[in-house]
């Protein structure tokens, strides 16, 4: 449990180097159960911060929807962290019945310190984050197992999400419902900073016979 407890307050930590919420909002989302909350407060943050750009100032331009701007460094109990590139926005995906948005994606890497560095048995890592959010849009329960994403990077990595820091996406989904959360993909050999764009791949989802309800997803997404 203590293990499973550490990797939820590193996964918020991570997360928040990107994202860029504040002390409050962090301690808010972890009295109230933890990592899930925690991508709902920044989003929150973020819709927040997109409505008073193209109200008060009336502009449009996507980084300014982001409190932590590219090549911007943040450090938390859990480290130093730089964003090295953000994604543009990307459109959503669908797939039979299944409609993948994508509501952020950057490369990044930290300097851990700490419980976290002890907890990563590492003093450094370089990472790409994936914010996203799948639903069902149909009456029927189907499986579409979001969190089994696998990428490949420009710099020659296929990797899947990291098991403690991501959370759990999708998989066995009744009619009509909807699951969001993060994924951390660790690189094993090349740096972040390195990664000019990535491919993601997703299984199409099955019905209760086990029978494919739509296509594969395969998209590749340029930083």
């Known amino acids: 449990m203590k293990k499973w407890m550490v990797s939820l307050s590193a996964a918020t930590l991570i ?5 860029g919420n504040d002390g409050e909002d962090n301690q808010e989302a972890n009295d109230n159960g933890g990592n899930q909350e925690t991508q709902e407060n920044t989003a929150g943050t973020n819709e927040e911060a997109e409505t008073n750009d ?7 331009d996507s980084n300014d929807e982001w409190e932590t701007q590219v090549g911007e460094t943040i450090e938390n109990e859990g480290g130093v ?6 994604a543009e926005p990307v459109d959503p995906v669908e797939t039979g019945p299944v409609v993948v948005e994508i509501d952020q994606l950057n490369v990044q890497s930290g300097d851990l310190s700490g419980e976290m560095a002890e907890f990563m048995e590492t003093d450094r890592l370089e990472m790409i984050q ?14 579409f197992y979001a969190d089994q994403a696998e990428i490949a990077t420009s710099t020659g990595e296929q990797l899947q999400a990291d098991f403690w ?15 969001q959360g993060t994924l951390f993909f660790v690189l094993e050999s090349t740096s972040a900073e390195e990664v ?9 989802p099955q019905d209760d016979n086990y029978d494919s ?11």
Do not use: K, P, Q
Request: aromatic share 4%; hydrophobic share 40%.
């Open 15 to 19: 997360m928040l180097a990107a994202c």
């Open 196 to 204: 000019e764009h990535i491919r993601i791949r997703w299984s199409a």
């Open 165 to 179: 820091l991501s959370d759990s996406i999708g998989g066995e989904m009744m009619g009509n419902t909807s699951s």
């Open 54 to 60: 193209s109200s008060e100032n009336g502009n449009s």
């Open 81 to 86: 962290f730089t964003l090295h590139a953000r």
């Open 213 to 223: 309800i739509g296509e594969d997803v395969d998209l590749t997404v340029e930083f």
């Open 130 to 143: 994936l914010d996203l959010s799948v639903a069902n849009t149909s009456d029927e329960d189907i499986a």
